[in-house]
């Protein structure tokens, strides 16, 4: 594990690389500009969705259940590019959480950036979805947000959160956030990003490095993930994870899995692992989409004495299990009318809980689920 750690703080040399990088996107238009284009003109985009569901959730060993509207992560996004010439492209986006249920959400807390584009590839600095959650979150879920997605067990929940904050989460959006993202080339492509360490303490730096690599062509994707927390539980801890995704298009439908293992540092000579995997399925029926996830959260290893998130620790039945069927019907391309139901069983020291709009008050070994029907609008 010693020798693990020092070749995480060796690419903190990652500065020099970026400013490179910057320097790169710099001159790219001019050296590649007989070659490639990039987006040309300049524009100003507004664009979002609204999505909302009435559902009815409920847990073991709860009384009665609970009857209520529910937002699932509906945005609103402002998108501006500039052509700079040469195939360089200036871009700024502010996006911003809009709760159809109650009408307000934060201002710019979702992907908020400002970068360069060019046929080298992008550069981002801004907050951002870490590339990590881009494995499985959007090409392997057929639910992606809200109460019945695979994010209640993977990742180990939902984050929008600084260095250390929710430490326990793989799934991430990130602030002070540098990101490069390839030009995709055969159908693979690459990401690299690092979030700078503002949370800097006199005993404790904290950073965060995430990558991905994908392969995406003719019905077939693939992809690898991998992330690595500094110093999120205390100085010298090293938290990492690593994700697959696998998807093939067979007709009108959709086979889908993916895999992950976290491994934390939780306290000095403590470790705590966890796999996880889901499988699923969509297919089309004429302008409807049947819906189907299996996602399994495996015993959790180590010798750590509590859990994290929704684990809970070594050696006290906590795995656990969640089924989501669904079916969505599309009036038009931007307009659909859906339904789905989800369970997750626990085990009796795991406290997984629905995604994005948590059931309150469960306890370890209870058994959330939930129903529901609902709208979808994108502009």
Do not use: C
């Not at 959730?57 to 699932?72: E, F, P």
């Not at 390839?182 to 979030?195: L, T």
């Not at 038009?332 to 085990?347: C, F, P």
Request: glycine letters at 12%; zero cysteines; charged letters at 15%.
């Amino acid at each position: 594990m010693t020798q693990y750690r020092k070749t995480w703080r060796a690419p903190l040399a990652i500065a020099p690389t970026i400013m490179l990088l910057a320097g790169l996107l710099a001159t790219a238009g001019a050296v590649q500009a007989q070659q490639a284009k990039a987006a040309s003109g300049n524009a100003l985009l507004i664009y979002g969705f609204l999505k909302a569901d009435v559902e009815t959730v409920s847990a073991s060993g709860m009384d009665g259940s609970l009857k209520r509207l529910s937002n699932n992560l509906s945005v609103l996004g402002f998108r501006a590019s500039e052509d700079l010439g040469s195939g360089l492209v200036a871009w700024a986006q502010i996006e911003t959480n809009a709760r159809v249920d109650t009408g307000d959400g934060p201002w710019g807390g979702r992907n908020t950036g400002i970068g360069l584009r060019s046929p080298w590839g992008d550069l981002l600095m801004g907050q951002w979805e870490t590339p990590l959650r881009f494995v499985s979150v959007y090409a392997i879920d057929p639910f992606t947000a809200g109460i019945f997605a695979s994010n209640s067990l993977m990742g180990n929940g939902f984050a929008t959160a600084a260095n250390a904050a929710a430490p326990s989460s793989f799934d991430r959006r990130a602030p002070n956030l540098i990101q490069y993202s390839s030009p995709v080339v055969n159908g693979i492509s690459g990401r690299i990003a690092y979030a700078l360490s503002e949370e800097k303490t006199a005993t404790t730096r904290p950073d965060l490095i995430s990558g991905l690599l994908s392969y995406n062509a003719n019905g077939l994707y693939l992809a690898w993930g991998h992330e690595r927390h500094r110093d999120y539980f205390g100085p010298g801890s090293l938290d990492v994870a690593n994700r697959l995704g696998a998807a093939y298009s067979m007709g009108k439908t959709r086979l889908r899995a993916a895999w992950e293992r976290l491994q934390y540092e939780p306290a000095a000579g403590q470790s705590l692992r966890r796999d996880a995997w889901q499988l699923a399925v969509t297919h089309d029926i004429g302008q409807g989409q049947l819906r189907a996830s299996y996602v399994r959260a495996e015993e959790p290893q180590g010798n750590a004495t509590q859990g994290l998130g929704g684990m809970g620790a070594p050696g006290v039945d906590s795995g656990a299990q969640q089924v989501s069927l669904g079916y969505g019907y599309h009036f038009s391309k931007r307009t659909e009318v859906w339904g789905a139901w989800t369970l997750i069983r626990n085990g009796q020291g795991a406290v997984y809980n629905l995604s994005a709009n948590s059931l309150p008050g469960l306890k370890p070994g209870q058994d959330p689920r939930g129903l529901g029907l609902g709208i979808t609008h994108k502009f």
